[in-house]
């Protein structure tokens, strides 16, 4: 299991890294809950991003007709196998297939060949989450992140319990994908998260001294580092945990 800490400057990239973060991920919160910072930033952050700890990057988000022309905007990155994260919204069509199936094709003609992570918001809807699951597993997709759209509107486990993220873990794992779990999560929520058994949990405010739009702080890190080892001990490990690398 890993920690992801979301950072919007190479400054804070270093901090969240010598912390103890397992992945950094660039992202802009003033532009929404998967803001893409600009690629120049995100050249920044992926230098100050040492060898052994994974890169990600957030691209926005939108219809799955947006989603390769926001994946076109991100910039060939000095590694290879980072994960570039997009929140598709609406619901599942043939075209949501098509979309995924063509952004995983381009990624892979990349030479830095990134991983695509599809985000989806738990606080719109989860009803369709499993045919969601297979729509992204047949196109490709690396993993699915259950995030929450609106930081103003509580935690993620105020809008899906705990029964419905195992549940969704289990049927992520079926499809041989990685799953990430965030969405305004407190130090308190990442142990209880932890035991639920995602390969990945993201934060964002939880880091920062100030929130999300604060800034990250090397203490707050490690005392959610702390928080995640705790939590995960009881957890089963999932078969797709070497899906998730720090290849460089």
């Given at each position: ?210 929130g999300r739009t604060g800034e990250v702080a090397a203490g707050r890190v490690r005392a959610l580092v702390d928080a995640l080892r705790r939590g995960s001990q009881p957890a089963a490990r999932s078969a797709t ?8």
């Amino acid at each position: 299991m890993q920690l992801l800490v979301s950072v919007r400057s190479s400054a804070e990239a270093r901090v969240a890294a010598v912390a103890g973060a397992d992945v950094v991920d660039a992202k802009e919160p003033a532009h929404g809950a998967l803001g893409a910072v600009s690629p120049a930033t995100l050249l920044e952050i992926s230098a100050r991003v040492p060898a052994g700890t994974g890169l990600s990057a957030a691209a926005g988000e939108g219809g799955p007709g947006e989603l390769l022309a926001a994946l076109e905007q991100v910039p060939l990155l000095p590694r290879r196998h980072a994960w570039l994260k997009f929140a598709v919204r609406g619901p599942v069509t043939p075209d949501a297939g098509e979309g995924m199936t063509a952004a995983t094709a381009y990624l892979a003609g990349r030479p830095d060949h990134p991983r695509l992570v599809v985000g989806r918001y738990a606080d719109e809807s989860l009803d369709d989450v499993e045919e969601w699951i297979e729509l992204a597993a047949r196109a490709g997709v690396a993993g699915l992140l259950l995030d929450t759209r609106r930081k103003d509107a509580g935690s993620l486990l105020d809008v899906a319990s705990v029964e419905t993220l195992r549940h969704v873990r289990n049927a992520v794992a079926a499809r041989g994908l990685w799953l990430g779990l965030a969405g305004r999560l407190s130090l308190d929520e990442v142990a209880t998260v932890a035991a639920i058994g995602p390969d990945v949990i993201g934060v964002r405010g939880a880091a920062c001294d100030g929130g999300r739009t604060g800034e990250v702080a090397a203490g707050r890190v490690r005392a959610l580092v702390d928080a995640l080892r705790r939590g995960s001990q009881p957890a089963a490990r999932s078969a797709t945990r070497s899906a998730v690398t720090t290849e460089t």
